[in-house]
């Protein structure tokens, strides 16, 4: 990977948030890359406005990429991993072969330092596999897991204690979804495969690895179930993704936790 020149990639990352699954693909990817890291506001909290300022992302959310040789900011970690996939992704056959503004042979110098893992997949089947884990990773798990979050989050703490029967219902119902998505998931792993498509580490397991590590991590959809032996394969694919090399680097750089210190 050449370093002559100084990475056109920075990443805005907030603290226990999604940006894990954009520095992991960067790292897997081989980019250079310069990172923005910020810690939240009393740990768990919004990001410091300063920080939503400096990201240039309207909604102050994270993760945010900014590429200076296509001067471009994009957000929202699926369109983000699409986004690196297109780009620099060298094997991938969705790849783009030039890019307005940029002269050839600077985009295919840009193209050889990727790492020609085609994350996005090898072939069409396996293409269309990704991209429903990758729109599911949010669409359907973490929507499914916010939602429990989310019915309580603005609720006086009298109103909840006064009406816990209900809110616990209320959150029982929810949860039964987010089973079901750790059921596909599992019944997806059950022959044995170590990584979700192709054999290999792939988006599909960038992008889902975060969303089934903040469910399990949270307890959303999961409370009073024994994870590990429900959901066994799948707990096994997380552990797995966790110990791959480039997650591995993408956690040391960051710091990167779901639970920040006090």
């Not at 192709?198 to 999961?222: L, P, Y």
Request: proline share 4%.
């Amino acid at each position: 990977m050449s370093t002559s020149q100084p990475p056109t990639i920075t990443l805005y990352f907030l603290q226990a948030s999604r940006s894990i699954r954009t520095a992991w693909l960067l790292e897997l990817l081989s980019l250079p890359y310069t990172l923005k890291f910020s810690p939240r506001i009393d740990r768990f909290k919004a990001a410091p406005a300063e920080f939503k300022s400096a990201s240039g992302n309207p909604l102050g959310k994270f993760p945010t990429l900014h590429d200076s040789s296509t001067d471009l900011t994009i957000h929202e970690s699926g369109a983000i991993t699409e986004y690196l996939l297109s780009q620099y992704d060298n094997d991938n056959t969705q790849a783009q072969g030039h890019v307005q503004g940029q002269g050839q042979a600077q985009v295919s110098e840009q193209k050889r330092q990727g790492s020609g893992l085609e994350l996005a997949g090898r072939t069409t089947p396996e293409r269309a596999q990704i991209l429903t884990w990758i729109h599911a990773s949010e669409a359907t798990f973490m929507l499914h897991a916010l939602a429990i979050l989310y019915a309580t989050w603005n609720l006086p703490s009298t109103f909840i204690a006064a009406n816990s029967s209900t809110i616990d219902a209320m959150s029982a119902g929810m949860s039964l979804n987010v089973q079901k998505d750790l059921d596909w998931l599992e019944s997806e792993l059950s022959d044995g495969r170590e990584w979700l498509v192709g054999g290999r580490v792939t988006a599909a397991d960038v992008m889902m690895q975060a969303s089934v590590d903040f469910i399990f991590a949270r307890e959303f959809g999961t409370k009073g179930v024994d994870v590990g032996k429900r959901w066994a394969r799948t707990s096994e694919w997380l552990e797995r993704c966790k110990r791959d090399e480039a997650y591995k680097r993408a956690v040391e750089r960051s710091g990167y936790t779901l639970w920040p210190e006090e």
